[in-house]
C-alpha cells in the first residue's frame, strides 16, 4: 500500500514526486514508457516563461509567475542549466503594436516584472539578426531557458534518493476506488493500492480523472513541431524571439538552446492520436516560413534534427485543472498543464504535494537528501579538471561522442544511476551523446556496447526508445563481444 | 609540454601517409594522434575490394590498403598514440589531447597536419518528416555495425542516397541476407562512382530511382516503410507520385562533411564550398605551419589520392618544421569558373618546392563530350576532354610548377564543347 502514486514521470509528476519525497510517505510514480520524460517534457520549446501570455486570474498566469521565481534557485539546487536570457515579442507593423501594449497591461497585471516596450532601435541594437521588418518589441527580461528533460532527471534522482520509487513501461488502465483509497491497474493486470493519486499523465490526464469524478474534462492533442540547428548559429540571438500572434504564425518563436544550438517552432496542429509525435512537411514548412520572418537568414542547412511534441489542451476550460475533484477525494489533478507548464512545474509540485501531505496528515521528515545524481561532464571542465577525473576513472578520458564531447565514464554513469537509462534515447538525453551535428553516426555503435554491458543484454535486445525499437535485427558472427 | 616536429591528428590513410613522407622528409619526431583503438580510420570498415588500384597497380581491401602504411609507419618507428582525443588546437600549434593511458597531455608541434576525416550527413540534416523510430543509419554506421561488430542493422532496406558508402552498403546488406529495394536519389544523376552503381546495384537487380527521394518515414518504435516521390527540376516532390515501400531499415548515403571542428578552434579559414580548409598546394592553411590533408579538406572518391596529397602536406609539414615558415611569398589563386566546384588547392604558392602542383575538383553537374581546362588569361595551362562529368567523379591533374610562374591567377572551367572555346 502507497501512500502516495503519482502516474506519469514528466515534469510536472516528477516535480511532484520530489516535493512529496520531503515527507515521511511512501511514494511511487508509475510511468506507461520507459523512461523519465517521454511526453510533453522532451519535446517543446524550453522556455522558462516572464508570464505575460497567459489569461489574468487563470492557473496559467498564477503558476507561471511563481513558478518563474521558483526556477532558477531550484536549477541551481539541481545543477541544471538555466539562463536568464530574456524573452522578446517582436511586432511586424505598427498595428501590432498595440497588442504589445495589451501584453504589457496583461503581464503587469500577472505580476511580471520589468516588462518593457523597445524602439525598433533598441530592438536592433539588442538583437543584429533581427528582421528590418521589426518595427518594436515587448521586454521580459525575467524570461528564460532551460534543459526540460535535464530537470525532469534532476527531479526524479532526487526523489528516488529520498525514497521515491520508480516504475516504467506501466500504463495506468484503470483507476478506481478502494476503500478509502485507490486500486490501479497497470498493463499486465498488476493493481497497486495507494491512499492519494496524482495525476500527471499529461495527455492522457483526462482519461484517468474521468474515470474517478462526474466532472470531466476534454484533452484534445496539440501538436508542435520544431528544428533545431547546429551549435555553430549561436550567438544569432541572445532572447528568446517570439512574434506577436497572428494570422501568418501562432506562436512560432526562435531561441537559444542552453546547450548552444538553436530551438526554432513550434508550429500549433490539432491531433487525432495523442501519440502521433511525427513530424509533416506542412508543419516544417510552416516553421521555416513563419521564422524566416524573425530571421530572414535563417540558415536551413544548418538543421541538425527536427521533431514535434504535443500539447495537453483541456478544452472546456483552457487552463490547468489542479487539484481534488469534490467527488473524488484523494485523487489530486495536474491535468491539462501544458504551456507554460514547465515553467509552472515547480509551482504545482509545491503545491500539489502540500495538499496531499495536509490531506495524510503527513510530517516533514527530519532528513532531506540534496543527492540529484550528477556526475561530472568533460566538456564543462578545463584540462586541469579532466586531469583530476581521468586520475580517478580513465574512462574520463575515452571521448565517445565527438560532437558534444562526452565521455564513456559519462555514459555508464547515466545508466548506474538511481533512474538510469535503459535505451539509447535515454543515454542521448542523460548526457548529450548523439545530440550533435552527427546525431549519433559515429557513437551509437559505442553506446549500443556499453549499453549491452550495463544492462547485461545482447546487443540485439538494446533498443532505441524502448518497446519495439530495437536498433539490430540479428548478429552475424560471434556469441556476443563482450 | 611535449615537444614535437611534425604532430599529425588522425590515423586514417591521410594521417598516415603525412606522417611517413615527413619522416621521409627528415623529421625525427613526428607523432600520430588516433582517437580510435588502432590505425587506418575509415578503412578499417571498408572490406570490400577496389583500393590501391592507382597507386599499387593491384586490388586491395581498405584494412589491405591501410596495413601498407600502417607497416611503414611500425618500419619507421612512428609513435602512433592511440585512444586519444584531441581536444584543442591553438593558433601556436599547442594540441591538448586526453587519452586513458596518459590522461591530458599538451603538445606543442612546430607543424600540424590535420587528418581528422570526414562524417556522414545525418537524417536530421534533411528535415525529413515522420516518425523518428529505430532503424534509420547513415551507411557508414552501418557499415561499422555489420563489418567491424558483426551486427545486423536491417532485414528490408531503402538506401536513400547514391553515395558510395551507400553503394557499397547495398551489395553488403544482400551479401548478408538483407533485402535491398531501392537506392532512391534527388538528383537526376548519382553521387557515386560508375563502377560501384554497376558492381553494387545493377549486379544484384537493385533498382536505381533517380529524382526520386524519401518524403516521410512510417513507424513508430522501429521503421516500417517509407514514403518514395519523384521530384521535379527543382527538386520538389511531384503530387501523385507517391510510393510506398515496407521496410524495417531507411540507410542514409547522403553526403560526406569534412571534420573541422579542431580547424576551427585553430584558426582555420574554411572554404564554404569544400567544407575544408583552404590551403595552398602544399596543403597548408591560412595559419602557417598547419596543414591538411585527406577527407578533412574535401571528400574524394579515391583513396590512392588522399595518399598523394597527405603526402604533399607531409613532406611541407617536414620542411616548415625543420626550416620555419618561407615567411610572405606571392600565392596565385585559383578560382573555380564554370561547371566546377571546389577546386583544391585555393592558392599556388611561388615558393613551393615539388615539381609538380595537383589540382582536384568536382563538376557542378553533368557535362557530356566536354573539355575541362586550366586557364590563366588568354593562356590554357592544360586541358582535358571527358565522354562525361559528373558530380560523383573528381577530376584531377598534375601541372609543372613551372607553367604557374609570373602567373597573378588561374581559373579552372569546364568547357561544353570544342567549338565553343
Keep these: 500500500m502507497f501512500d502516495v502514486l503519482v502516474v506519469g514521470a514528466g515534469v510536472v509528476g516528477c516535480a511532484v514526486a520530489r516535493e512529496l519525497s520531503r515527507y515521511a510517505l511512501k ?56 539562463i536568464r536570457n530574456g524573452s522578446l515579442v517582436v511586432a511586424f507593423a505598427e498595428s501590432e503594436m498595440a497588442h504589445l501594449e495589451e501584453l504589457l497591461e496583461r503581464g503587469t497585471g500577472n505580476g511580471v516584472p520589468e ?31 532551460c534543459c526540460p528533460y535535464d530537470l525532469a532527471f534532476r527531479l526524479a534522482e532526487n526523489a528516488a534518493a529520498n525514497g521515491v520509487q520508480f516504475r516504467f513501461n506501466a500504463p495506468v488502465e484503470k483507476v478506481e476506488r478502494c476503500g478509502d483509497g485507490w486500486k490501479l491497474t497497470l498493463g499486465g493486470g498488476v493493481t497497486l493500492e495507494t491512499k492519494c493519486v496524482v495525476n500527471a499523465a499529461g495527455v492522457y490526464s483526462d482519461i484517468l480523472n474521468n474515470q474517478v469524478s462526474a466532472k470531466h474534462y476534454n484533452i484534445r492533442p496539440r501538436r508542435g513541431e520544431y528544428i533545431m540547428l547546429d551549435k555553430s548559429e549561436a550567438g544569432c540571438f541572445s532572447a528568446t524571439m517570439f512574434q506577436v500572434p497572428s494570422a501568418a504564425g501562432k506562436g512560432i518563436l526562435i531561441s537559444p538552446t ?8 513550434p508550429t500549433s496542429d490539432w491531433i487525432e492520436d495523442r501519440s502521433d509525435t511525427e513530424t509533416s512537411d506542412f508543419g516544417l514548412e510552416q516553421v521555416k516560413r513563419v521564422a524566416a520572418r ?157 549499453l549491452s554491458e550495463e544492462l547485461g543484454i545482447p546487443q540485439e535486445e538494446v533498443t532505441k526508445s524502448g518497446g519495439a525499437s530495437k536498433l539490430l535485427v540479428g548478429r552475424l558472427f560471434g556469441e556476443d563481444r563482450q | 609540454m611535449i615537444e614535437v616536429e611534425v604532430l599529425v591528428v588522425g590515423a586514417g590513410p591521410a594521417g598516415l601517409a603525412a606522417a611517413i613522407a615527413a619522416r621521409e622528409a627528415g623529421c625525427s619526431k613526428v607523432l600520430i594522434l588516433e582517437r580510435d583503438d588502432a590505425p587506418g580510420g575509415i578503412l578499417q570498415q571498408c572490406i570490400h575490394p577496389g583500393f590501391g588500384l592507382h597507386r599499387f597497380k593491384e586490388e586491395l581491401t581498405g ?74 543509419y547513415t551507411a557508414g554506421t552501418a557499415q561499422r555495425l555489420v563489418n567491424m561488430e558483426g551486427l545486423m542493422p536491417g532485414k528490408r532496406v531503402v538506401v536513400l542516397g547514391s553515395g558510395d558508402i551507400g553503394l557499397i552498403m547495398s551489395r553488403r546488406m544482400t551479401f548478408q541476407g538483407a533485402k535491398v529495394l531501392a537506392c532512391v536519389e534527388l538528383m537526376p544523376y548519382s553521387s557515386g562512382l560508375k563502377r560501384n552503381i554497376v558492381q553494387c546495384l545493377d549486379d544484384f537487380g537493385i533498382p536505381l530511382l533517380l529524382s526520386h527521394t524519401v518524403t516521410k518515414i512510417h513507424g513508430r518504435e522501429r521503421v516500417e516503410g517509407v514514403t518514395v516521390m519523384r521530384v521535379d527540376e527543382r527538386r520538389v516532390p511531384v503530387p501523385g507520385s507517391e510510393q510506398y515501400f515496407e521496410c524495417d531499415t531507411l540507410m542514409l548515403s547522403v553526403g560526406l562533411i569534412p571534420e573541422n571542428e579542431l580547424s576551427l578552434k585553430a584558426g582555420v579559414k574554411l572554404s564554404p564550398v569544400t567544407g575544408g580548409p583552404e590551403v595552398d598546394d602544399s596543403m597548408q592553411t591560412g595559419v602557417p605551419g598547419v596543414f ?65 602542383v595537383a589540382l582536384s575538383f568536382r563538376p557542378a553537374g553533368v557535362y557530356r563530350k566536354a573539355w575541362w581546362r586550366v586557364r590563366s588569361g588568354d593562356k590554357v595551362l592544360h586541358k582535358q576532354f571527358a565522354m562525361i562529368l559528373t558530380p560523383g567523379e573528381s577530376q584531377r591533374v598534375e601541372l609543372n610548377r613551372k607553367l604557374f610562374e609570373g602567373l597573378d591567377g588561374v581559373v579552372v572551367e569546364v568547357v561544353q564543347s570544342e567549338e565553343k572555346q
Design chain 1, 27 to 82: 511514494i511511487g510514480v508509475v510511468e506507461a514508457k520507459d523512461d523519465v520524460a517521454m511526453g510533453a517534457t522532451k519535446a517543446n520549446s524550453a522556455i522558462v516563461h516572464a508570464g505575460f501570455d497567459a489569461a489574468p486570474g487563470s492557473n496559467k498566469a498564477k503558476f507561471n509567475v511563481l513558478g518563474n521565481n521558483l526556477f532558477e534557485p531550484l536549477c541551481r539546487e539541481l545543477g541544471v542549466p538555466f
Design chain 1, 115 to 145: 516588462l518593457e516596450i523597445l524602439s525598433q532601435a533598441e530592438l536592433r541594437k539588442r538583437e543584429p539578426n533581427i528582421s528590418p521588418e521589426a518595427v518594436g518589441a515587448l521586454w521580459a527580461p525575467t524570461g528564460g531557458i
Design chain 1, 258 to 265: 542552453v546547450d548552444g544550438t538553436i530551438i526554432v517552432g
Design chain 1, 294 to 450: 524573425t530571421w530572414p537568414g535563417l540558415p536551413l542547412r544548418k538543421a541538425i534534427t527536427t521533431f514535434s511534441g504535443i500539447r495537453a489542451h483541456e478544452t472546456t476550460g483552457h487552463d490547468f485543472v489542479l487539484g481534488e475533484p469534490d467527488d473524488a477525494p484523494g485523487f489530486f489533478n495536474a491535468l491539462g498543464v501544458e504551456s507554460p507548464g514547465l515553467t509552472s512545474s515547480p509551482a504545482i509540485g509545491r503545491y500539489l504535494a502540500g495538499h496531499v501531505a495536509a490531506k495524510l496528515g503527513a510530517a516533514k521528515k527530519t532528513e532531506f537528501s540534496s543527492d540529484c545524481g550528477l556526475w561530472p561532464k568533460i566538456r564543462e571542465m578545463t584540462a586541469a579538471q579532466i586531469e583530476e577525473c581521468v586520475a580517478r576513472d580513465p574512462a574520463y578520458a575515452r571521448v565517445i561522442c565527438r560532437c558534444e564531447t562526452v565521455s564513456e565514464a559519462e555514459i555508464r554513469a547515466a545508466i548506474r544511476c538511481r533512474v538510469g537509462a535503459r535505451s539509447l534515447d535515454g543515454v542521448k538525453r542523460r548526457t548529450r551523446c548523439g545530440m550533435g551535428r552527427c546525431q549519433g553516426g559515429f557513437c551509437t555503435p559505442r553506446i549500443l556496447d556499453i
Design chain 2, 63 to 136: 584494412p589491405e590498403y591501410a596495413q601498407r602504411f600502417i607497416d611503414r609507419v611500425n618500419a619507421e618507428n612512428i609513435p602512433v598514440q592511440c585512444r586519444t582525443m584531441v581536444l584543442d588546437i591553438s593558433q601556436d600549434r599547442k594540441v591538448t589531447a586526453v587519452s586513458p593511458e596518459n590522461g591530458v597531455q599538451v603538445f606543442s608541434a612546430k607543424a600540424v597536419v590535420l587528418a581528422m576525416g570526414c562524417r556522414e550527413r545525418p537524417r536530421g540534416a534533411l528535415m525529413i518528416p515522420g516518425t523518428r523510430p529505430a532503424g534509420v
Design chain 2, 292 to 356: 591538411a590533408c585527406g577527407n578533412v579538406l574535401h571528400v574524394h572518391d579515391l583513396v590512392d589520392y588522399v595518399s598523394l596529397e597527405s603526402e604533399t602536406a607531409g613532406r611541407a609539414a617536414a620542411a616548415f618544421a625543420l626550416g620555419g615558415g618561407a615567411g610572405d611569398v606571392k600565392k596565385i589563386p585559383v578560382s573555380d569558373g564554370f561547371g566546377v566546384r571546389g577546386c583544391v588547392p585555393q592558392e599556388i604558392s611561388a615558393a613551393g618546392s615539388d615539381d609538380k
